[in-house]
T-cell receptor
Framework: GAVVSQHPSRVICKSGTSVKIECRSL??????MFWYRQFPKQSLMLMAT?????????EQGVEKDKFLINHASLTLSTLTVTSAHPEDSSFYIC??????????????FGEGSRLTVL | DAKTTQPNSMESNEEEPVHLPCNHS???????IHWYRQLPSQGPEYVIH???SNVNNRMASLAIAEDRKSSTLILHRATLRDAAVYYCILRGPQGGAQKLVFGQGTRLTINP
C-alpha cells in the first residue's frame, strides 16, 4: 500500500525553540494532507487541512501563527511548531489523500512524530 | 460532522471472532462509514469502509444495518496483533472535504 513517512519520529527541544516536522508521501502524489495531534490516552484531534500550493485551513481553536503548515509540493507537507512550550508536547500525525486514489476514500497515515518540549 | 458512538473498550480471546459495534443514528444518505485502527505509538491505519452493502477485505468485514444507523466491524479470528483502538468514522461524499474526524474509539484487548 501507499506509504507516508514522517520525520523526525521523536524530537526533544527546549522551550522557546521552533521545531519542524516533515510529512512525505513516498510513492504517490498527495493533493491534500491533514495534520493531527494526539495527547496521551486521547483521540486524534484534527489541526488543519493542507492543500498543495495554497494556504492551510485550520480547525477552530488552532493557532495558525503557532502551527505553521506548508505544502509546497505534491509529496511534502511540513508542520512547524513555533516557540514551542511544554504544553505543545504531543504526538503529531499527518495523513495524505492520494490524488489518483481519491475515490477509494482511504487516507494514509504517517508513523507520527513525538514532540517533547522541556 | 455526524457523530458516532462506540463502546470505550472491549475484550476478546485470541483466535475468536470479535464484533465491534458503532452507532451513527444521524448519518446522512451520502456519508460513508470508515473504520481505522491505531496500534500503540503508531499512526492510524485503514481497515475498511462502506456505504450501504456489507464489505469484506483481507483484514475484516463490515456489516451495515439496513437503516444505516449502525454498523459492526468483524474481525473473524483475532490475533494479539489486533489489539488496538478502533475508530468508526463517518465521512462525506468522496470528492468532498475528505477529512476524517476521530471520536474516542474502542480500545480492543486480546487475551492469549
Amino acid at each position: 500500500g501507499a506509504v507516508v513517512s514522517q520525520h523526525p519520529s521523536r524530537v526533544i527541544c527546549k522551550s522557546g525553540t521552533s521545531v519542524k516536522i516533515e510529512c512525505r508521501s513516498l510513492d504517490f502524489q498527495a493533493t491534500t494532507m491533514f495534520w493531527y495531534r494526539q495527547f496521551p490516552k486521547q483521540s486524534l484531534m484534527l489541526m488543519a487541512t493542507s492543500n498543495e500550493g495554497s494556504k492551510a485551513t485550520y480547525e477552530q481553536g488552532v493557532e495558525k501563527d503557532k502551527f505553521l503548515i506548508n505544502h509546497a509540493s505534491l509529496t511534502l507537507s511540513t508542520l512547524t511548531v513555533t516557540s514551542a512550550h511544554p504544553e505543545d508536547s504531543s504526538f503529531y500525525i499527518c495523513s495524505a489523500l492520494a490524488a489518483g486514489l481519491a475515490n477509494t476514500g482511504e487516507l494514509f497515515f504517517g508513523e507520527g512524530s513525538r514532540l517533547t518540549v522541556l | 460532522d455526524a457523530k458516532t458512538t462506540q463502546p470505550n473498550s472491549m475484550e476478546s480471546n485470541e483466535e475468536e471472532p470479535v464484533h465491534l459495534p458503532c452507532n451513527h443514528s444521524t448519518i446522512s444518505g451520502t456519508d460513508y462509514i470508515h473504520w481505522y485502527r491505531q496500534l500503540p505509538s503508531q499512526g492510524p491505519e485503514y481497515v475498511i469502509h462502506g456505504l450501504t452493502s456489507n464489505v469484506n477485505n483481507r483484514m475484516a468485514s463490515l456489516a451495515i444495518a439496513e437503516d444505516r444507523k449502525s454498523s459492526t466491524l468483524i474481525l473473524h479470528r483475532a490475533t494479539l496483533r489486533d489489539a488496538a483502538v478502533y475508530y468508526c468514522i463517518l465521512r462525506g461524499p468522496q470528492g468532498g472535504a475528505q477529512k476524517l474526524v476521530f471520536g474516542q474509539g474502542t480500545r480492543l484487548t486480546i487475551n492469549p
